[in-house]
């Protein structure tokens, strides 16, 4: 095939479409085929992956009491009064 | 009905609801969008409570990209919920409920911007062609062009993270160097990759959101994620 070999430089910045799953086929056999042959890019894909993966645990928190509180007495005063725009804080 | 709600199966989606227990409850009083948005109207409180478990804690995550400080993120969304429970009898179904309370959170934001006189920073105005180009990876770390056979390969390879404990990368410590990290990223991307990464929406429901198209919703997420790379392999690398 006359294709020519990805270099590192080039398989960086597919990493993305590759994740998101929209190289094309022969793309992703290219970036594949990369990949195999090179530990340095295997390691950067991991560490891609791994960055997503530790992105996402940052939403685990849950709604303070105190918020809750409030956001359910602004509920109430809107029951109330429904076209009040002025909020429970009022 | 031109724009479907995008994922009806959401519903019973744990990575959303981030297995929160008392959405899990919740999840079977509730059959769909329609009938959450028909119990709101009566003024069900089981209803809002629902919906506050499930996107008030990312409602306040995205506001932090259209505002300083936590007390006035938290303000934002405040006067979002007041404008959802106020506008649910206009709500027609032609986007998620999902996406118009989201939504909803990015008007306030934009008015209030407009009564402090800035510009509110957002995804849909940004143009790639106004912007440098950034490379994923500093270009230093590969061998120069014309070099070898081997120019634009790695001279200094990145390193397997596998033998970094699990607790390490679960760290308050690392999880707030990462936090930290989104936060100084330009806004546009931030915008992105917390509604990909951190929230888990899909592409499609954050270029509706947007109004930004797949590829450029794509470019920000790359510089994204590796800028944010970027800065754990060197905090990790300490």
Sequence with gaps: MAVHELTCQELVELVTDYLEEKLSPTEQARFEAHLSGCSGCRNYVEQMRSTVQMVGKLSEDHLAPESREELLQLFHHWKMKPDDTTGSSS | MSEQASQPETWLDLSESQANVSVLNMAAAFKDDSDLVERLRQADEAAFVYLLDRYHTSLVR????????????????????????????????????????????????????????????????????????????EPERFNPAGASRWAGHWASPPASWEDIPESRMLLAETQAFLLKAIEALPPSQREVITLRDVEGWSADEICSLLNLSEANQRVLLHRARSRVRRELERYLSQ
């Design chain 2, 62 to 137: 995205l506001a932090l990209v259209y505002v300083s400080n936590h007390h006035i993120a938290e303000e934002l969304v405040q006067e979002t919920w007041l404008a959802v429970l106020q506008g649910i009898h206009r709500f027609e179904g032609r986007s998620s409920l999902k996406t118009w309370i989201f939504r909803i959170l990015i008007n306030q934001a934009k008015k209030r911007g407009q009564r402090e006189g800035r510009q509110i920073p957002f995804s849909a105005l940004w143009q790639p062609e106004l912007e440098s180009y950034e490379p994923a990876v």
